[in-house]
Structure formats: C-alpha cells, structure tokens
C-alpha cells in the first residue's frame, strides 16, 4: 500500500526528510509539492520525447523514479535497502519480485488473461504499489507506469479521480480517496474487484 497524498501545506518537513532533500531552502510540504510538481512535469516531457520504450523492465522503472524526483531527493530511483518494511517487500525480494511482475504482465498481455484490460491494469497497479520499491515517490510512481501501461494496451487514459489526466502530481482526487485506500488493502488481500471498477470508473468519466 502507498501513501498517496500531501497532508497540509503548512506542515514542517521532518529532519530526517530534509537530510534527503537536495535543495536546502524546502521547509514545508507546499514547497515540496511545488518543487516535486515542476520536478515530475519535466519527467512528463522526457517521456514524450520518448514514444518508443520498453517499460516493462527494472531498468526503466528505475529511469522513471529518477527523472521523477531527480532533482528533489537523493534517493531518486534507488531501490529500498530497508529490511523488515512497514509498506513493501524486503529490500532482497524487491527486484526479483519487480521482474516477477514483468514476466506476468507480459503473460496477461499475451494471452488476455483478465475479461477487460480494467482488471489487467488494476493488478498490475497493485503489484507495483504492495512492491513498494522506492523509500518514497512510490504513490505517483505507480500511478504513472499504469498510465504507460494503459496507453502501451489501447486502454484510455486514467483521471485518477478527478484530478487531471497526465497533471504532474498525479493525486488521487480528494473525493476519491479513501475508497482508493480501501481498494489498494482488498487488492492486496487478492480480491482486486473494487479496485478495478475504480480504474474502469477513472478512465471513462
């Protein structure tokens, strides 16, 4: 599961965060935002210079994660050394289960395993979100690879609940929120119903 949204703008940024920060001027999470906003928008823009990429590789998650957060986080597409995480798979099983979920995408895409490319996408998302690779950024991480994944299978563009298709924060919509969360934890007990009708609800209203 994954911490998907900002908490108030005004709210000090730890120090154990600001000790991973590459700027030293960010105090707060609305300067955060910002900064990680202009951050990803210019990962938008390298994206599309790039129309043919094969993303369904570590190696490009990983290219994707950095140029995410590149200029914002020192661990910006680096894979989580931590063991015995609260969120996501130890640090040892975090790529082999990325790979994993790469030979079983590419199967599901195949053989159209799933009744509609929806359910695909929503196990796919909730893969990469109960992975957990990242130390952070992983929410907006995952949420952009199953937009590429979306776009890679002729399926339409994901809102993600309101907010804009392709806007660089790639939130969750406030309304939506919560029923997102709840998605995410059935998923991960393998029940991806509600998260795939959300998906289905996301890309077509």
Same mark, same amino acid.
């Given at each position: 599961m994954v911490n998907i949204g900002s908490s108030d703008g005004q709210t000090p940024l730890t120090p154990d965060e600001r000790?991973?920060?590459?700027?030293?001027?960010?105090?707060?999470?609305?300067?955060?935002?910002?900064?990680e906003a202009e951050n990803i928008g210019e990962a938008m823009a390298w994206l599309a +210079?790039?129309?043919?990429?094969?993303?369904?590789? *570590?190696?490009?998650?990983?290219? &994707?994660?950095? +140029?995410?957060? *590149?200029? *914002?986080? +020192?661990?910006?597409?680096? &894979?989580s050394l931590e063991y015995g995480r609260s969120l996501g798979v130890d640090a040892n099983q975090i790529e082999p289960q990325l790979r994993n979920l790469i030979d079983d995408t590419n199967y599901w895409i195949e053989n159209d395993s799933f009744n509609d490319a929806h359910e695909l996408l929503a196990n796919f998302h909730n893969r990469l979100t109960w992975?957990?690779?990242?130390?952070?950024?992983?929410?907006?991480?995952?949420?952009?690879?199953?937009? &590429?994944?979306?776009?890679?299978?002729d399926s339409p563009a994901i809102n993600w609940g309101g907010v804009t298709h392709g806007s660089a924060l790639h939130q969750v919509g406030e309304v939506d929120r919560d029923v997102y969360i709840e998605a995410l934890r059935a998923a991960d007990n393998h029940d991806p119903r509600a998260l795939t009708d959300l998906i289905h609800t996301w890309s077509t209203r």
């Open positions: 000790a991973q920060l590459i700027p030293s001027h960010i105090f707060n999470r609305r300067e955060l935002d910002e900064l +210079r790039r129309p043919r990429r094969n993303l369904l590789s *570590v190696g490009f998650m990983r290219e &994707l994660h950095r +140029r995410m957060y *590149v200029d *914002v986080w +020192r661990w910006a597409g680096n &894979l992975v957990h690779p990242f130390p952070n950024g992983n929410g907006r991480w995952a949420r952009q690879m199953t937009d &590429l994944l979306a776009r890679r299978i």
